[in-house]
Each structure stands twice: as structure tokens, then as C-alpha cells.
């Protein structure tokens, strides 16, 4: 049992303050030119950048110095990526994300996802569309808010986003600040989490403005992205939080537990852009930690040849 395994090894009371243990292994990793490691091998974990590429097109013998430096800070990355990934327990060092695209690919709501008469409402979809051999990591309501997480996204430098509901959120505001802080961008997931198509519309406008209404207040920004509560809308719901300044519905191709993952398509796969759904919980609610949990997504992404990129990269 692996999960059982990694419990008794990385409890979550095992680390102590972050930083200075893991910057003195990172300088002896890229002093040594151990970079890339051999936790992960010769050859993964670099995406050919396009935009190195380019700059390596435009009329120069070799790679533009640009190219060389941003090459360079890429593999310093990489090389504390793979000091992160022994000290957290992930089976392999995560894969680097490929550049962003230029141009954001245009979004459309998934067959049999539409809404009649939503031609111009936000679009809702469970996979981004792109070539990029990425998906896409996002967690959900914000009960359980461990500080080891925050750490361990951090050192690890794997990009997410959050779909918060104030209701489980309000008793520490602070700790999504701090998320907020560490680049994470914040989504709204409404004030109280209800069936949503069980309301009326002015109950949804207070659950879907109302809680853009919160996060602005609490976070300084107006979110953008909406993820609706168990993944159900109605027109209603679409026309509302567009009203209220909602550009994009993203819902999820794979859920993510510690030790397990679910899969909404038939092939029970990742594809490219793929969303991958999970939730702030912890050892109560699913037996095991926020750590555990990343550690089996991690594992199944990397393992699949897929980085992790930033969905507000793309969408
Ligand atoms: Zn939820």
C-alpha cells in the first residue's frame, strides 16, 4: 500500500519551516551540475521552448544569449524541482510546463454542455483546447487549509487554481491570501456551494455575484472563472455569472484522492489540456493529507508525460 507507506514517511508534522534546508541542497544540485537529476533522467522535463526557438531562427549562428539565459534559468528550475520532488516523496520530479501560448486558445462549451440560447454566454468545458502536452490542476471549496500544501506547491513550483466558497473560506481568509500571494489565481465556486439549478434566479445571482462581490472585497480582484458547485448549471446560471463579470465555466475531465484518481472520459485517461478537479480536504474527510493527494496526481501526470500548466495561461 503505497499511500500507507508515504503516510508513515512524509506525516504531515515532518517538515518544519521551509527554505533553508531546501535552498542549501538546491545550491550543491546546480553546484555539482546534477541539474536535471537522477530522479528524473536525461531528456524529460524540458519542452523544447518555442520562443527559444525563434529567437534561435533569427539570424544568429548559435542560441540568441536570451535564449541561452532563459535556457539556463529553465534547467536552474528544473534542478529544484527534482530537489523538491525526493523531499516531498513524488515519484518522479514534475515535468516543465512549455512556454504559454502566444495567443489563448479560443474556448467553445463542450458538446452537450450547452444551454439554449448560451451562443454568448461564458463557455463550459472539462479540457482545454491545445497540442501542449499540459493539463491543468484546480482545487475546490477551501475547507481544509493546510499549510503544508502551500509549501510543498511552492517548492515543487506546480501552478493551480482555486475555486473558493465563502462559507468554508470565511474562517481564514488568510490563507488564501497567502495562496494568492504564492501566484495561485482564485475562481469563484459560490457563497454557499448549492444545487445550484435548484434556485431561483435571484437566489443564484446572490450565491454567483454575491460571492464575486466577497472575493473582490477580500482578495482585491473579481474573479474571472466560475466553477458552479457539483458541476451543475442552468441558463440561468451562465447568464448570471456573465452578468456578474464571468468570462469562462471551467468543469473537470478527472478528479483527483489521495491514492486514486476518477475519470470522466470512457478511455479513463489525461489528454492535452485536460482540468484536473480536486479538493482542499484532509485525513478526515478522505484519509489521507493535501500532500498525499498531490503526490497521486503527480505521479499519474508525470508518469503520463504531461506537465502541469497554468489554466489562466490558457483560458
Ligand atoms: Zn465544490
Not at 470522466?264 to 479513463?268: K, V
Given at each position: 500500500m503505497q499511500l500507507v507507506r508515504q503516510k508513515g514517511k512524509f506525516g504531515s508534522r515532518r517538515y518544519g519551516p521551509v527554505g533553508v534546508a531546501v535552498s542549501a541542497l538546491l545550491a550543491a544540485a546546480v553546484a555539482s551540475g546534477c541539474a536535471g537529476g537522477a530522479a528524473d533522467g536525461p531528456d524529460r522535463g524540458q519542452p523544447a521552448s518555442p520562443a527559444a526557438g525563434r529567437e534561435a531562427q533569427a539570424g544568429h549562428a548559435g542560441p540568441a544569449p536570451a535564449a541561452g539565459a532563459r535556457a539556463e534559468g529553465l534547467k536552474r528550475k528544473q534542478a529544484a524541482r527534482a530537489v523538491a520532488a525526493k523531499k516531498w516523496g513524488l515519484a518522479e520530479t514534475p515535468l516543465a510546463a512549455p512556454e504559454p501560448p502566444a495567443k489563448k486558445p479560443r474556448l467553445t462549451t463542450r458538446e452537450g454542455f450547452e444551454v439554449k440560447g448560451g451562443e454568448d454566454l461564458p463557455p463550459v468545458f472539462t479540457t482545454v483546447p491545445t497540442e501542449d502536452r499540459v493539463v491543468f490542476l484546480t482545487m475546490d471549496d477551501g475547507s481544509e487549509k493546510d499549510p503544508e500544501l502551500l509549501r510543498m506547491m511552492t517548492e515543487l513550483d506546480i501552478p493551480y487554481s482555486a475555486f473558493l466558497s465563502d462559507y468554508v473560506v470565511r474562517d481564514d481568509y488568510g490563507y488564501f491570501e497567502e495562496m494568492q500571494k504564492s501566484g495561485v489565481v482564485l475562481g469563484n465556486h459560490t457563497l454557499t456551494h448549492p444545487y445550484l439549478p435548484g434556485l431561483s434566479a435571484d437566489e443564484q445571482r446572490e450565491e454567483i455575484c454575491g460571492e464575486q462581490d466577497r472575493m473582490e472585497e477580500r482578495f482585491g480582484k473579481r474573479p474571472t472563472l466560475f466553477r458552479p458547485p457539483y458541476g451543475n448549471y442552468n441558463g440561468d446560471t451562465l447568464r448570471i455569472a456573465k452578468s456578474c463579470g464571468i468570462e469562462a465555466v471551467p468543469l473537470w475531465a478527472a478528479e483527483a484522492f489521495p491514492g486514486r484518481m476518477e475519470w470522466?472520459?470512457?478511455?479513463?485517461d489525461l489528454h492535452p489540456g485536460d482540468i484536473i478537479l480536486t479538493h482542499f480536504r484532509g485525513e478526515a474527510e478522505w484519509g489521507g493529507s493535501m500532500a498525499d493527494m498531490i503526490r497521486t496526481v503527480m505521479k499519474t501526470v508525470t508518469g503520463k508525460g504531461y506537465a502541469v500548466a497554468r489554466l489562466e495561461d490558457y483560458v
Open positions: 470522466r472520459e470512457r478511455d479513463q
